[in-house]
T-cell receptor, first 112, second 111 residues
Framework: DVKVTQSSRYLVKRTGEKVFLECVQD?????MFWYRQDPGLGLRLIYF???????EKGDIPEGYSVSREKKERFSLILESASTNQTSMYLC???????????FGPGTRLTVL | QKEVEQNSGPLSVPEGAIASLNCTYS??????FFWYRQYSGKSPELIMS????GDKEDGRFTAQLNKASQYVSLLIRDSQPSDSATYLC???????????FGTGTRLTIIP
Protein backbone atom coordinates (compact mmCIF):
# COMPACT_ATOMS: atom_id res chain seq x y z
CA ASP A 1 0.00 0.00 0.00
CA VAL A 2 1.23 3.45 -0.91
CA LYS A 3 1.65 5.63 2.08
CA VAL A 4 1.97 9.41 2.03
CA THR A 5 2.29 11.01 5.43
CA GLN A 6 2.26 14.62 6.50
CA SER A 7 3.91 15.91 9.64
CA SER A 8 0.83 17.45 11.26
CA ARG A 9 -2.94 17.17 10.85
CA TYR A 10 -3.57 20.54 12.49
CA LEU A 11 -1.24 23.50 12.90
CA VAL A 12 -1.78 26.97 14.36
CA LYS A 13 0.80 29.67 13.67
CA ARG A 14 1.07 33.42 14.08
CA THR A 15 1.44 35.97 11.30
CA GLY A 16 5.08 36.39 10.33
CA GLU A 17 6.22 33.00 11.59
CA LYS A 18 8.21 30.66 9.36
CA VAL A 19 6.26 27.45 8.82
CA PHE A 20 7.49 24.07 7.62
CA LEU A 21 5.11 21.42 6.31
CA GLU A 22 6.67 18.02 5.76
CA CYS A 23 5.57 15.25 3.46
CA VAL A 24 7.05 11.76 3.25
CA GLN A 25 6.19 8.96 0.82
CA ASP A 26 7.38 5.38 1.10
CA UNK A 27 6.95 4.17 -2.49
CA UNK A 28 10.07 5.59 -4.15
CA UNK A 29 7.95 7.96 -6.25
CA UNK A 30 9.82 10.46 -8.39
CA UNK A 31 7.10 13.11 -8.50
CA MET A 32 5.74 14.96 -5.50
CA PHE A 33 3.22 17.80 -5.27
CA TRP A 34 1.94 20.40 -2.83
CA TYR A 35 -1.64 21.67 -3.14
CA ARG A 36 -3.85 23.88 -1.08
CA GLN A 37 -7.59 23.34 -0.92
CA ASP A 38 -10.02 26.14 -0.16
CA PRO A 39 -13.85 26.17 -0.28
CA GLY A 40 -15.09 27.35 -3.66
CA LEU A 41 -11.59 27.33 -5.14
CA GLY A 42 -10.85 23.64 -5.16
CA LEU A 43 -7.39 22.12 -5.23
CA ARG A 44 -4.67 24.44 -6.49
CA LEU A 45 -1.10 23.42 -7.20
CA ILE A 46 1.57 25.35 -5.30
CA TYR A 47 4.76 23.55 -6.33
CA PHE A 48 5.82 20.20 -7.62
CA UNK A 49 9.06 18.28 -7.82
CA UNK A 50 9.88 15.70 -10.45
CA UNK A 51 13.09 14.54 -8.80
CA UNK A 52 15.50 15.25 -5.95
CA UNK A 53 16.53 18.92 -5.89
CA UNK A 54 14.24 19.61 -8.88
CA UNK A 55 11.21 21.82 -8.44
CA GLU A 56 8.76 23.67 -10.56
CA LYS A 57 6.23 26.37 -9.74
CA GLY A 58 2.59 25.51 -9.86
CA ASP A 59 -0.31 27.90 -10.21
CA ILE A 60 0.03 29.78 -6.91
CA PRO A 61 3.68 29.73 -5.74
CA GLU A 62 3.74 33.23 -4.26
CA GLY A 63 4.61 33.24 -0.58
CA TYR A 64 5.84 29.64 -0.64
CA SER A 65 9.05 27.78 -1.28
CA VAL A 66 9.91 24.08 -1.31
CA SER A 67 12.79 21.77 -0.61
CA ARG A 68 13.48 18.26 -1.81
CA GLU A 69 16.81 17.01 -0.53
CA LYS A 70 15.80 13.34 -0.43
CA LYS A 71 13.56 11.43 -2.77
CA GLU A 72 11.02 10.48 -0.13
CA ARG A 73 10.62 13.91 1.46
CA PHE A 74 9.12 17.11 0.07
CA SER A 75 8.84 20.16 2.31
CA LEU A 76 6.68 23.24 1.87
CA ILE A 77 7.94 26.41 3.52
CA LEU A 78 5.99 29.54 4.32
CA GLU A 79 8.75 32.09 4.85
CA SER A 80 6.49 34.57 6.64
CA ALA A 81 3.02 33.20 7.26
CA SER A 82 0.05 35.42 6.53
CA THR A 83 -3.64 35.02 7.36
CA ASN A 84 -4.50 34.39 3.71
CA GLN A 85 -2.40 31.24 3.89
CA THR A 86 -4.90 29.68 6.27
CA SER A 87 -5.94 26.59 4.34
CA MET A 88 -5.86 22.81 4.00
CA TYR A 89 -2.52 21.72 2.55
CA LEU A 90 -2.33 18.41 0.71
CA CYS A 91 0.76 16.60 -0.44
CA UNK A 92 0.68 13.99 -3.21
CA UNK A 93 3.14 11.68 -4.90
CA UNK A 94 3.24 9.72 -8.12
CA UNK A 95 5.49 7.41 -10.05
CA UNK A 96 7.03 9.08 -13.11
CA UNK A 97 5.04 8.26 -16.24
CA UNK A 98 1.87 7.26 -14.43
CA UNK A 99 -1.21 9.34 -13.70
CA UNK A 100 -2.34 8.19 -10.28
CA UNK A 101 -1.52 10.72 -7.59
CA UNK A 102 -1.64 9.43 -4.01
CA PHE A 103 -2.58 12.06 -1.47
CA GLY A 104 -1.52 12.45 2.13
CA PRO A 105 -4.09 13.10 4.89
CA GLY A 106 -3.63 16.88 4.74
CA THR A 107 -2.54 19.58 7.18
CA ARG A 108 -5.08 22.15 8.24
CA LEU A 109 -3.06 25.31 8.85
CA THR A 110 -4.52 28.28 10.67
CA VAL A 111 -2.55 31.53 10.68
CA LEU A 112 -3.69 33.99 13.35
CA GLN B 1 -13.42 31.26 -16.90
CA LYS B 2 -12.04 28.38 -14.87
CA GLU B 3 -10.19 25.74 -16.86
CA VAL B 4 -12.21 22.90 -15.33
CA GLU B 5 -15.73 23.64 -14.19
CA GLN B 6 -18.11 21.62 -12.10
CA ASN B 7 -21.47 22.35 -10.56
CA SER B 8 -20.76 22.58 -6.84
CA GLY B 9 -24.06 20.98 -5.89
CA PRO B 10 -25.15 19.67 -3.55
CA LEU B 11 -26.58 16.94 -5.72
CA SER B 12 -29.04 14.66 -3.94
CA VAL B 13 -29.87 11.25 -5.39
CA PRO B 14 -32.06 8.48 -3.91
CA GLU B 15 -30.34 5.25 -2.99
CA GLY B 16 -30.32 2.82 -5.90
CA ALA B 17 -30.67 5.52 -8.55
CA ILE B 18 -28.05 6.71 -11.04
CA ALA B 19 -25.97 9.70 -9.99
CA SER B 20 -24.67 11.82 -12.87
CA LEU B 21 -21.77 14.19 -12.29
CA ASN B 22 -20.64 16.60 -14.99
CA CYS B 23 -17.51 18.54 -15.78
CA THR B 24 -16.55 20.87 -18.63
CA TYR B 25 -13.10 22.07 -19.57
CA SER B 26 -11.82 24.99 -21.62
CA UNK B 27 -8.30 23.86 -22.58
CA UNK B 28 -8.47 21.86 -25.81
CA UNK B 29 -4.95 20.63 -25.07
CA UNK B 30 -6.26 18.55 -22.19
CA UNK B 31 -5.82 14.89 -23.04
CA UNK B 32 -6.44 12.93 -19.86
CA PHE B 33 -9.19 13.25 -17.31
CA PHE B 34 -9.63 11.94 -13.83
CA TRP B 35 -12.34 11.61 -11.23
CA TYR B 36 -11.31 11.76 -7.58
CA ARG B 37 -13.60 11.05 -4.64
CA GLN B 38 -13.10 12.97 -1.41
CA TYR B 39 -14.97 12.02 1.74
CA SER B 40 -15.53 14.78 4.26
CA GLY B 41 -12.34 15.40 6.23
CA LYS B 42 -10.33 13.00 4.08
CA SER B 43 -7.94 13.35 1.17
CA PRO B 44 -8.89 12.72 -2.48
CA GLU B 45 -8.55 9.26 -3.99
CA LEU B 46 -8.55 8.39 -7.67
CA ILE B 47 -11.56 6.36 -8.80
CA MET B 48 -11.56 6.70 -12.60
CA SER B 49 -9.32 7.90 -15.40
CA UNK B 50 -10.27 8.33 -19.07
CA UNK B 51 -8.09 9.17 -22.03
CA UNK B 52 -10.17 8.69 -25.19
CA UNK B 53 -13.63 9.60 -26.39
CA GLY B 54 -16.43 7.32 -25.30
CA ASP B 55 -17.28 5.41 -22.17
CA LYS B 56 -15.11 3.58 -19.68
CA GLU B 57 -16.73 1.32 -17.15
CA ASP B 58 -15.40 0.06 -13.83
CA GLY B 59 -17.92 -1.70 -11.63
CA ARG B 60 -20.73 0.72 -10.79
CA PHE B 61 -18.79 3.66 -12.23
CA THR B 62 -18.78 4.84 -15.84
CA ALA B 63 -16.69 7.75 -17.05
CA GLN B 64 -17.66 9.45 -20.30
CA LEU B 65 -15.50 11.77 -22.39
CA ASN B 66 -16.56 13.92 -25.33
CA LYS B 67 -13.59 15.95 -26.55
CA ALA B 68 -15.56 17.74 -29.25
CA SER B 69 -17.92 19.14 -26.61
CA GLN B 70 -15.16 19.39 -23.98
CA TYR B 71 -17.27 17.47 -21.56
CA VAL B 72 -16.51 14.74 -19.02
CA SER B 73 -19.01 12.94 -16.86
CA LEU B 74 -19.15 10.28 -14.18
CA LEU B 75 -22.14 8.01 -13.74
CA ILE B 76 -22.62 6.02 -10.57
CA ARG B 77 -25.15 3.22 -10.92
CA ASP B 78 -27.06 1.72 -7.99
CA SER B 79 -25.98 4.61 -5.76
CA GLN B 80 -25.17 3.72 -2.18
CA PRO B 81 -25.01 5.95 0.92
CA SER B 82 -21.26 5.23 0.95
CA ASP B 83 -21.03 7.12 -2.37
CA SER B 84 -21.86 10.36 -0.55
CA ALA B 85 -18.75 12.48 -1.02
CA THR B 86 -17.34 15.34 -3.04
CA TYR B 87 -16.25 14.33 -6.53
CA LEU B 88 -13.39 16.22 -8.13
CA CYS B 89 -12.84 16.32 -11.88
CA UNK B 90 -9.27 16.93 -13.10
CA UNK B 91 -7.66 17.37 -16.51
CA UNK B 92 -4.08 17.01 -17.71
CA UNK B 93 -2.26 18.00 -20.88
CA UNK B 94 0.02 15.56 -22.63
CA UNK B 95 3.59 15.97 -21.43
CA UNK B 96 2.55 18.24 -18.58
CA UNK B 97 2.84 16.93 -15.05
CA UNK B 98 0.18 19.22 -13.64
CA UNK B 99 -3.40 18.31 -12.95
CA UNK B 100 -6.02 21.07 -13.11
CA PHE B 101 -8.86 20.37 -10.71
CA GLY B 102 -12.42 21.57 -10.72
CA THR B 103 -13.95 22.81 -7.49
CA GLY B 104 -15.85 19.56 -6.94
CA THR B 105 -19.48 18.47 -6.75
CA ARG B 106 -20.90 17.39 -3.41
CA LEU B 107 -23.05 14.29 -3.81
CA THR B 108 -25.49 13.06 -1.19
CA ILE B 109 -27.20 9.68 -1.53
CA ILE B 110 -30.50 9.65 0.31
CA PRO B 111 -31.41 6.28 1.90
Amino acid sequence: DVKVTQSSRYLVKRTGEKVFLECVQDMDHENMFWYRQDPGLGLRLIYFSYDVKMKEKGDIPEGYSVSREKKERFSLILESASTNQTSMYLCASRTEGTDTQYFGPGTRLTVL
Amino acid sequence: QKEVEQNSGPLSVPEGAIASLNCTYSDRGSQSFFWYRQYSGKSPELIMSIYSNGDKEDGRFTAQLNKASQYVSLLIRDSQPSDSATYLCAGKNFGNEKLTFGTGTRLTIIP
